[in-house]
C-alpha cells in the first residue's frame, strides 16, 4: 500500500491482547513505513498474574487510557503538521466487553472532532496549516455489542453484524472532487464492508495515477465508496460469510412446536446437525479401546 511509502504513521490501541495481535500481524507480514509512531500502554499494568486484563476503570498513571491515546494523537499530528498523516486509534478497554461504557467516551470524542472542525475551518484563513486542516476522520467499529441478553435477539444480532460507519470530510473535498463526494452520499445505506473502506483509502492516495485505479477502485473483496456500490449487493459479493450476513430469511419456530409445522429449512438443518453428531457417536462406539462395561450412546433422532 503507498502508505507507507509517503506518510507519516501513527498506529496505537489500549487493549493489551489486541495489542499483542497487531504486533503479531505486523511482524509476520507488515512493512515499516518511512516513520512510525506508536503508542504502547504498558500491557503488564492492565493484567492480572494470569494474563488476562483486569477492571474496566483501570487507570494508567492516574489518566484514563483513552485520554493517553486522544492525547498521543493530537501531538503527532501536531509534530507532524507538514507531513501527510496516517492514524489508527483503536478503543477498546472500555467498550468491547460492555458498550453501555462508550458514554464515558462521548465527551472527549466530541471534543476531538471540535478541535478537527475548527481547525478545518481555520484552513482557509491562516497560511499556517492547523494540525487537523483538511483530515478525513473515518468512525468505525469492528462488530457491535456480542454479550448480554439484548444479543440473543433479532435486533442484537443485526446490531452485532451492523457496527458503525461514518465519514467526516473537510471542507476542501467537496469543491476538490465533487464527483467523489456525491457517490458517497449514494452509497449510504448500501452493504458495505472494511474492504471497501481499504479500496477508499487506496483510492485517495493514489487518486493523481489515473492508470492504476482500475486495480485499485475494484480490488477482489472492496470497492472504494466513492464509486458506485451496487444497490443490490449480496453478501457473496462482498466477502461476507453467511454466519455474518443480514440478508437472510428469519423463520420463528413456536418451542415445542411439532415437526411438521417447522420450514423446511430447519428441519434440514436439524436433521443435518443429528446426522453429524451420531458420526461422532458411532465414531466412539466403535473405539476399540472401549470397555464393554459402558453403556453406549443410542442414536438420535427427531422427536415429535
Given at each position: 500500500?503507498?502508505?507507507?511509502?509517503?506518510?507519516v504513521?501513527?498506529?496505537?490501541?489500549?487493549?493489551?491482547?489486541?495489542?499483542?495481535?497487531?504486533?503479531?500481524?505486523?511482524?509476520i507480514?507488515?512493512?515499516?513505513?518511512?516513520?512510525?509512531?506508536?503508542?504502547?500502554?504498558?500491557?503488564?499494568?492492565?493484567?492480572?498474574?494470569?494474563?488476562?486484563?483486569?477492571?474496566?476503570?483501570?487507570?494508567?498513571?492516574?489518566?484514563?487510557?483513552?485520554?493517553?491515546?486522544?492525547?498521543?494523537?493530537?501531538?503527532?499530528?501536531?509534530?507532524?503538521?507538514?507531513?501527510p498523516?496516517f492514524?489508527?486509534t483503536?478503543?477498546?478497554e472500555l467498550?468491547?466487553?460492555?458498550?453501555?461504557?462508550?458514554?464515558?467516551?462521548?465527551?472527549?470524542?466530541?471534543?476531538?472532532?471540535?478541535?478537527?472542525?475548527?481547525?478545518?475551518?481555520?484552513?482557509?484563513?491562516?497560511?499556517?496549516?492547523k494540525?487537523?486542516?483538511?483530515t478525513?476522520?473515518?468512525?468505525f467499529?469492528?462488530?457491535?455489542?456480542?454479550?448480554?441478553?439484548?444479543?440473543?435477539?433479532v435486533?442484537?444480532?443485526?446490531?452485532e453484524?451492523?457496527?458503525l460507519?461514518?465519514?467526516?470530510?473537510?471542507?476542501?473535498?467537496?469543491?476538490d472532487?465533487?464527483?467523489?463526494?456525491?457517490?458517497?452520499?449514494?452509497?449510504?445505506?448500501?452493504?458495505?464492508?472494511?474492504?471497501?473502506?481499504?479500496?477508499?483509502?487506496?483510492?485517495?492516495?493514489?487518486?493523481?495515477?489515473?492508470?492504476?485505479?482500475?486495480?485499485?477502485v475494484?480490488?477482489?473483496?472492496?470497492?472504494?465508496?466513492?464509486?458506485?456500490?451496487?444497490?443490490?449487493?449480496t453478501?457473496?459479493?462482498?466477502?461476507?460469510?453467511?454466519?455474518?450476513?443480514?440478508?437472510?430469511?428469519?423463520?420463528?419456530?413456536?418451542?415445542r412446536?411439532?415437526?411438521?409445522n417447522?420450514?423446511?429449512?430447519?428441519?434440514?438443518?436439524?436433521?443435518?446437525i443429528?446426522?453429524h453428531?451420531?458420526?461422532?457417536?458411532?465414531?466412539?462406539?466403535?473405539?476399540?479401546?472401549?470397555?464393554?462395561?459402558?453403556?453406549?450412546?443410542?442414536?438420535?433422532?427427531?422427536?415429535?
Open positions: 500500500m503507498f502508505v507507507y511509502r509517503i506518510c504513521r501513527l498506529d496505537q490501541q489500549d487493549a493489551p491482547v489486541i495489542l499483542r495481535t497487531s504486533t503479531l500481524i505486523w511482524q507480514g507488515g512493512r515499516d513505513p518511512v516513520r512510525q509512531s506508536r503508542t504502547s500502554i504498558d500491557a503488564s499494568s492492565n493484567e492480572n498474574e494470569n494474563g488476562v486484563a483486569r477492571g474496566l476503570f483501570k487507570k494508567s498513571g492516574g489518566t484514563y487510557t483513552h485520554h493517553v491515546l486522544l492525547e498521543s494523537l493530537r501531538e503527532f499530528f501536531h509534530a507532524y503538521a507538514y507531513r498523516r492514524s489508527l483503536f478503543f477498546s467498550i468491547h466487553d460492555n458498550p453501555a461504557y462508550a458514554t464515558l467516551l462521548d465527551d472527549d470524542l466530541v471534543t476531538l472532532l471540535r478541535q478537527i472542525q475548527v481547525n478545518d475551518e481555520q484552513d482557509f484563513l491562516f497560511d499556517e496549516p494540525p487537523f486542516s483538511n478525513i476522520v473515518i468512525l467499529a469492528d462488530h457491535g455489542p456480542r454479550l448480554g441478553g439484548a444479543r440473543l435477539s435486533q442484537g444480532k443485526l446490531e453484524r451492523l457496527p460507519l461514518s465519514f467526516i470530510l473537510p471542507k476542501r473535498f467537496s469543491t472532487w465533487p464527483e467523489a463526494f456525491a457517490q458517497l452520499r449514494a452509497n449510504r445505506d448500501r452493504l458495505v464492508t472494511l474492504f471497501d473502506v481499504h479500496a477508499t483509502l487506496k483510492h485517495i492516495l493514489i487518486r493523481q495515477y489515473g492508470d492504476h485505479l482500475d486495480s485499485v475494484k480490488s477482489p473483496r472492496g470497492i472504494s465508496l466513492f464509486t458506485p456500490i451496487p444497490e443490490n449487493r453478501c457473496a459479493q462482498a466477502s461476507i460469510a453467511p454466519h455474518w450476513c443480514v440478508c437472510l430469511q428469519w423463520s420463528d419456530i413456536r418451542v412446536s411439532l415437526l411438521n417447522w420450514p423446511p429449512v430447519v428441519y434440514t438443518a436439524a436433521n443435518h443429528l446426522s453428531v451420531n458420526h461422532i457417536v458411532q465414531r466412539i462406539n466403535s473405539h476399540r479401546g472401549m470397555s464393554s462395561n459402558v453403556q453406549k450412546c443410542q442414536k438420535m433422532v427427531l422427536s415429535k
